[in-house]
């Protein structure tokens, strides 16, 4: 995968992608990150790219020109255009799988109040939030979309099946409890059933766990479940 990010500040990235699995996915071939700094296409001698916005109001805002350039600079057929925006739709793990089969990613990183609504309406493919709050610039969305998409590229992550065994892979729910070293910890135990080898139940206590704090701290997520599923309850779907 071909992954352009456009922004303002292209130093911001030189830490956070030259670490860990990212570091490694960049030498295995699996994954190119390439930098394109916007005011490189500013016909402004300063290499200005902002203005106020038409109709007034605090802030200034990215000139359609030399945003459309640099999009246009690295498009081809195959690319797909996200504007790091929080007005998105909220990024999550399906949506992640999903841009990781694609073969050119374009991240657009929004600065200011914004990027001109033409160059939005034009060029780009979609717009995705990371939360309902807003940052200064889309440069951190960017890191948080690469570092979560890149896990589902075949290799980035050293098992095959770890990847579908994490958070929101498991029917949308949080992943179960996980323990290790020693079985007393200061007086706390691994439970029984992870030391019994009985896999089965090791699967359904993972899963009641599961369920457990995921209707504990996001209810909504298994009420949406249940909903689609339109079945059994979860604690009583997936016997033993």
Do not use: W
Not at 101 to 129: F, P
Not at 130 to 145: E, F, H, N, Q, R
Request: net charge negative; aromatic share 6%.
């Amino acid at each position: 995968m071909i992954i352009d990010i456009l922004s303002l500040f292209p130093d911001y990235f030189k830490g956070p992608f030259d670490v860990s699995m990212v570091k490694r996915a960049k030498e295995a071939g699996l994954i190119d990150i390439r930098q394109i700094d916007i005011r490189d296409f500013s016909a402004n001698k300063h290499r200005r790219v902002d203005e106020r916005p038409y109709g007034g109001g605090p802030g200034m805002v990215l000139c359609p020109e030399p945003v459309a350039k640099a999009i246009r600079s690295v498009k081809t057929e195959r690319s797909h255009v996200v504007y790091l925006s929080p007005q998105g739709p909220v990024l999550n793990a399906k949506k992640c799988e999903e841009l990781s089969k694609k073969e050119h990613l374009i991240l657009l990183c929004g600065h200011y109040e914004g990027i001109d609504e033409r160059v939005i309406a034009r060029e780009v493919d979609e717009e995705i939030s990371i939360g309902d709050y807003v940052l200064t610039s889309g440069c951190a969305p960017a890191i948080v979309l690469v570092d979560a998409v890149i896990r589902f590229i075949p290799g980035v992550i050293g098992h095959p099946d770890a990847v579908q065994e994490d958070s929101f892979q498991n029917e949308g729910l949080f992943d179960g409890p996980h323990f290790t070293g020693e079985v007393d910890f200061e007086g706390a135990l691994v439970p029984q059933v992870l030391r019994e080898g009985n896999h089965a139940k090791i699967r359904q206590y993972r899963l009641e766990e599961a369920i457990k704090k995921t209707r504990r701290v996001r209810p909504e997520l298994v009420e949406k479940i249940e909903k689609e599923k339109q079945r059994e309850p979860l604690t009583n779907h997936r016997g033993s």
